[in-house]
């Protein structure tokens, strides 16, 4: 009997007018995983994961959740961390902790209190009078305080420096709930390596490979991040 | 899900909106302050800035409630917002209804604000008799009973501009799934909906004109409408109204279904 994925995608493709970004992807992540999704900039990464977020509409191929079709039901289960700030600046951090609170059964409000004073943020304070930096923190925090089973992180620690992103990777490794995978996509390879159990190349919108991490590890005898300069030599 | 959305863009519109209804009815109150106080250069010469302001506002509620609207579905269904709405759990239909209620509601508001302002500025029992022996007169001669001639006056109104609000959903949608010049499509998408919209309104007249020759005289002279025509007219006009906004919103509805490309 298939064991069914958490997610599964199938033959999916995406074109921007003439331009095809995504060329027939397919892959499968399962329950308990962290997965990190790798490639150079502009390879994909970005657009395969508002495919599966339903911020794009592919032009063929199908992205399933838990056996269904993305939609109401997949958001639900779906934790999204986008690589850009999108809270309206309108709103103080409490507000936007009540707007999760109303819409995500799964959000976990004594949680993100905790997670905010844990970084030093204001809950009373404006977004619109946060640095953009802040602003990351207040959304990673709300990202990781739902009781999700799949987060997806795009760039988390694009544009922070090296404590920071030490800080925000434990963040990550401590607050997702058990048995939920995780999708990491970056080109800052060697921070995230220590935590990754399987690893997607993704290059011209195609995937080159998906394996364990270890694995290929042991089968190359070199670091993720050695493998990945080796295979995207420019 | 429907009630939660409704209630942040409720929010977001009230406050935008509400510095401008508090200085219409700001403005409304000086005005009647400084007209009925003893007459001076000085006092006339505010009086009348008093009464640009209270007018400037209140143009201003109306574009503004119109603009706000469609800024308001723009970012967040296509703009950096709409990285929220779209992974929110709820359907695009919610999404869609949310903002054509939030418009609606702001619209009445709007609506309310400015007869509120008027009548703070302006009333007096002499002028209301005025009025109400001017609109009795229009009616008595169009021998239509007077509330439901004020009624189906604001009605038609009413719906011709929330159909170019909802022209200009219908604009935003198809503009955006261009990949340049968004707002550019989106503006000629919108025009094009509206000009159909209004194209559909003359096609059914002119139809109905068919069977009523005095309805007919419309299209082929100068001569005016007797007073049977102009009855069925405003209820033909109310009427075709109601449906175009309804088939805009469900056409609305369909594009939006189809799914979304944000940037």
Not at chain 1, 39 to 58: Q, R, S, V
Not at chain 1, 202 to 219: E, F, H, P, Y
Request: aromatic share 10%; net charge neutral; proline share 1%.
């Amino acid at each position: 009997m298939n064991e069914m994925k958490l997610l599964e995608i199938k033959d999916l493709n995406k074109s921007f007018d003439d331009k095809q970004i995504l060329k027939d992807i397919n892959l499968s992540i399962s329950e308990g995983k962290i997965v990190g999704l790798l490639g150079k900039n502009g390879a994909g990464k970005t657009t395969l994961i508002k495919l599966i977020n339903d911020l794009l509409t592919p032009t063929s191929g199908t992205v399933m959740i838990k056996g269904e079709k993305v939609g109401v039901e997949s958001k639900k289960v779906i934790s999204y961390l986008p690589e850009r700030t999108y809270l309206n600046k309108q709103m103080k951090v409490s507000e936007v902790i009540d707007y999760f609170a109303d819409f995500y059964d799964n959000f976990d409000i004594e949680k993100a209190k905790k997670l905010l004073i844990d970084l030093d943020l204001d809950i009373n304070q404006k977004l619109s009078k946060m640095s953009k930096g802040m602003q990351e923190k207040v959304q990673l925090v709300l990202v990781m305080s739902r009781i999700a089973d799949l987060y997806i992180l795009d760039e988390p620690l694009g544009g922070v420096d090296p404590a920071t992103r030490d800080y925000i990777l434990d963040t990550i490794l401590t607050n997702f709930n058990d048995g939920a995978s995780v999708i990491i996509s970056t080109h800052l390879i060697s921070d995230i390596e220590r935590i990754l159990d399987e690893v997607i190349f993704i290059d011209k919108g195609k995937i080159i490979l998906q394996s364990d991490a270890d694995k290929l590890r042991n089968k190359e005898k070199l670091s993720i991040d050695e493998i990945f300069r080796r295979m995207f030599k420019c | 899900m429907l009630t939660k959305l409704l209630k942040y863009d409720l929010k977001y519109m009230i406050k935008n909106m509400s510095i401008f209804y508090i200085l219409g009815i700001f403005f409304a109150i000086t005005t009647r302050i400084f007209f009925s106080l003893e007459q001076s250069v000085i006092v006339n010469i505010i009086g009348q800035i008093s009464v640009g302001c209270m007018f400037s506002i209140l143009a201003n509620i109306l574009i503004n409630t119109i603009m706000r609207s469609w800024i308001r579905f723009r970012d967040s269904i296509y703009k950096d917002e709409a990285y929220l709405t779209h992974t929110l759990p709820v359907t695009k239909n919610d999404i869609y209804n949310s903002k054509f209620f939030q418009t609606l509601i702001f619209f009445i508001v709007g609506f309310v604000i400015i007869i509120l302002s008027l009548f703070i500025a302006y009333y007096t029992k002499e002028r209301w008799l005025e009025l109400r022996s001017l609109i009795s007169s229009i009616t008595t001669g169009l021998e239509f009973n007077t509330t439901l001639f004020i009624v189906s006056f604001i009605a038609i109104i009413f719906l011709e501009v929330f159909n170019a609000i909802q022209c200009g959903f219908l604009g935003i949608i198809l503009g955006y799934r261009k990949s340049n010049n968004k707002i550019g499509f989106s503006v000629l998408f919108g025009f094009i909906a509206y000009l159909l919209s209004q194209s559909i309104v003359l096609l059914l007249v002119f139809i109905v004109g068919l069977f009523d020759s005095s309805i007919m005289n419309l299209f082929t002279n100068n001569i005016l409408l007797d007073t049977k025509s102009l009855k069925i007219l405003i209820v033909l006009a109310v009427i075709i109204y109601l449906g175009i906004i309804l088939l805009m919103s469900l056409l609305c509805r369909r594009e939006l279904n189809k799914g979304v490309d944000i940037e």
